[in-house]
Each structure stands twice: as structure tokens, then as C-alpha cells.
């Protein structure tokens, strides 16, 4: 199945109607997304809810700030576990993925999960978090980031990701653009770090665009590669894509993804064209 994240926002049901009432085969849906900051029902909750039980389509619960790499279990884990087990029964997420990394370290919350070593202790951390998430929801995976800077080598992460399966027999949802954006901002070659993966672990392929940093975000010029989720895939990820389908023999769906706060009639237009990119490269 190929689909897309669903958002909530008229802007971009405004450019994606066409794929979000008929193309679509699936819907990620991110908690975060429709909810408050206290875990309640957010304003737009309701129409995402209303849409996809209409819709009759499978939808998938995507999230970004559970903190799962978090050593200390943070505080606010047993009301952002009522929540997501909430939507799990309200959506009938057929699974739920969670961002690799933590946010949540004493009494500061992060906006974006920060990386993880290639350690055990990292790696139990993740594994028992990942445990706790079938609370929500039978069948839980993680993804990878787009991560600005790596501890210690980048072509170790993958062992990470295999130890984490093992432990918590868990799936792997792999966005193909992070892995780019992650080998390139680390400075390691994009193939090596995928011949690396746990790859009967994947489950779901994220695609999406990205940008490059401002040259005056670093004091050395240098440019990172961000997964801001406001352009067309790029040639790199394409051709990650074909071979991930040779590869990923438990793939269940492919979703693509664009915020919306990037979203425009132009944008609208690329996303299209990828979406119908990536039907047609699955379908052959």
C-alpha cells in the first residue's frame, strides 16, 4: 500500500485533495498532531477521526515525541500512553511508530529527539520503551532520524537498530530521506549504511524532500541537510527506494510525506507527482 501523513490543517487538504479522498491506500496519522499538550483531543482530532473511519482505509499511528530513547522514564509517559492508546482504539492504528532518540531528560523536554549512542544501555533503553508502546498498540516500530550530528560512528547505527529489534522484537519503519540527510550531515557513504540495516525488520518506507541548512546557521558555512519535509524526493532517495523494495520483505506500506506550513499549490502539484511516482514503482 502506498499512502500519505495526514494532517489536519486547510492548507493542505486544500492542495492534496485528489490523493487524500481518492489515491491515498493508507493514512499515517501523528499523534502529536491532533492533540494537546496535556494529551487531550486537539482541534483537529476530530476531523482527522471523522475522515478516516469515513474513509475505510487502513491508518497507522506515527509519533514523534515519546521519548523512547530516554534512560530516566519520563514523567508524563503514563498520560501520553492513555493518550496514544486512546487513538490506538479510536483510529485502529494497524501499528504505531515512534521516532528513535530522547526528548525528555529530568525536567527538560526537547522539540526534536536527540541521538543515541551504539551502546547497550542505549539500546535496552529504547527496547523497554518500545515494550511499554503495546500498551497502545500490538505492533510497534521505530524510525530513523535525520540526525545533525552522530555519537561516534554513523555506520554503527545500524547495530544499533538490530540490537533494539532483537530485544524488543520490534520493526523498523525506515525513512529513506533521513538516511540520506543522516549519512550526509555524519559524512558516511549512503549505501554502506544501508546494506546495513535489519532490513526483514522493515515494515514502512517514508519518503519525502528536504532542504539544506542556511550557511549562516554554522560559523564554518557549512550546510546540513534537513528533513524539513518541504520538497520533491531527491534522485539519491529514488534510487534508495527501488533497491529497499528488493530488500524489505516484510514491507507492509509506503507513505509520503510534506508539512504543511510547506504547502502550496506548487507543492501540491510535487507531492502528486511523487505519490503517483512511487505507486507506479511499487506496482512494477
Same mark, same amino acid.
Given at each position: 500500500?502506498?499512502?500519505?501523513?495526514?494532517?489536519?490543517? +486547510?492548507?493542505?487538504?486544500?492542495?492534496? !485533495?485528489?490523493?487524500?479522498?481518492?489515491? =491515498?491506500?493508507?493514512?499515517?496519522?501523528?499523534?502529536?498532531?491532533?492533540?494537546?499538550?496535556?494529551? =487531550?483531543?486537539?482541534?483537529?482530532?476530530? !476531523?482527522?477521526?471523522?475522515? &478516516?473511519?469515513?474513509?475505510?482505509?487502513?491508518?497507522?499511528?506515527?509519533?514523534?515525541?515519546?521519548?523512547?530513547?530516554?534512560?530516566?522514564?519520563? =514523567?508524563?509517559?503514563?498520560?501520553?500512553?492513555?493518550?496514544?492508546?486512546?487513538?490506538?482504539?479510536?483510529?485502529?492504528?494497524?501499528?504505531?511508530?515512534?521516532?528513535?532518540?530522547?526528548?525528555?531528560?529530568?525536567?527538560?523536554? &526537547?522539540?526534536?529527539?536527540?541521538?543515541?549512542?551504539? &551502546?547497550? +544501555?542505549? *539500546?535496552?533503553?529504547?527496547?523497554?520503551?518500545?515494550?511499554?508502546?503495546?500498551?497502545?498498540?500490538?505492533?510497534?516500530?521505530?524510525? $530513523? $532520524?535525520?540526525?545533525?550530528?552522530?555519537?561516534?560512528?554513523?555506520?554503527?547505527?545500524?547495530?544499533?537498530?538490530? !540490537?533494539?529489534?532483537?530485544?524488543?522484537?520490534?520493526?523498523?519503519?525506515?525513512?529513506?530521506?533521513? =538516511?540520506?540527510?543522516?549519512?550526509?550531515?555524519?559524512?558516511?557513504?549512503?549505501?554502506?549504511?544501508?546494506?546495513?540495516?535489519?532490513?526483514? !525488520?522493515?515494515?514502512?518506507?517514508?519518503?519525502?524532500?528536504?532542504?539544506?541548512?542556511?550557511?549562516?546557521?554554522?560559523?564554518?558555512?557549512?550546510?546540513?541537510?534537513?528533513?524539513?519535509?518541504?520538497?520533491?524526493?531527491?534522485? *539519491?532517495?529514488?534510487?534508495?527506494?527501488?533497491?529497499?523494495?528488493?530488500?524489505?520483505? $516484510?514491507?507492509?506500506?509506503?507513505?509520503?510525506?510534506? #508539512?504543511?506550513?510547506?504547502?502550496?499549490?506548487? *507543492?501540491?502539484?510535487?507531492? *502528486?507527482?511523487? #505519490?503517483?511516482?512511487?505507486?507506479?514503482?511499487?506496482?512494477?
Amino acid at each position: 500500500m502506498v499512502g500519505i501523513a495526514l494532517q489536519p490543517e +486547510d492548507v493542505f487538504w486544500r492542495h492534496n !485533495r485528489a490523493l487524500i479522498e481518492a489515491r =491515498a491506500e493508507l493514512f499515517a496519522v501523528p499523534p502529536e498532531t491532533p492533540s494537546t499538550a496535556g494529551c =487531550a483531543p486537539g482541534p483537529g482530532h476530530e !476531523r482527522l477521526l471523522a475522515f &478516516t473511519r469515513g474513509a475505510g482505509r487502513p491508518v497507522v499511528g506515527h509519533g514523534v515525541l515519546s521519548s523512547i530513547g530516554a534512560v530516566a522514564r519520563p =514523567a508524563r509517559r503514563d498520560a501520553w500512553l492513555a493518550a496514544l492508546a486512546r487513538d490506538a482504539r479510536a483510529f485502529g492504528f494497524a501499528w504505531l511508530s515512534e521516532h528513535l532518540g530522547f526528548a525528555d531528560a529530568g525536567d527538560v523536554h &526537547t522539540a526534536w529527539p536527540l541521538p543515541l549512542p551504539c &551502546t547497550d +544501555d542505549a *539500546a535496552s533503553a529504547v527496547a523497554a520503551s518500545l515494550r511499554e508502546l503495546r500498551q497502545a498498540c500490538a505492533t510497534v516500530a521505530f524510525e $530513523n $532520524n535525520a540526525d545533525l550530528f552522530c555519537l561516534g560512528d554513523p555506520l554503527r547505527q545500524p547495530e544499533l537498530f538490530h !540490537r533494539i529489534c532483537e530485544r524488543a522484537d520490534a520493526h523498523v519503519l525506515l525513512d529513506l530521506h533521513n =538516511a540520506y540527510a543522516f549519512c550526509e550531515n555524519a559524512g558516511c557513504e549512503f549505501d554502506a549504511f544501508l546494506d546495513r540495516l535489519p532490513w526483514p !525488520r522493515v515494515i514502512e518506507l517514508h519518503l519525502s524532500g528536504g532542504s539544506d541548512s542556511d550557511p549562516d546557521l554554522l560559523a564554518s558555512g557549512r550546510r546540513m541537510r534537513l528533513d524539513s519535509h518541504d520538497g520533491a524526493v531527491p534522485d *539519491a532517495v529514488w534510487r534508495a527506494f527501488e533497491r529497499a523494495l528488493t530488500r524489505a520483505g $516484510n514491507l507492509r506500506a509506503v507513505v509520503l510525506e510534506w #508539512f504543511p506550513d510547506a504547502m502550496d499549490e506548487a *507543492a501540491g502539484r510535487a507531492f *502528486a507527482a511523487d #505519490f503517483e511516482r512511487a505507486r507506479s514503482i511499487v506496482g512494477g
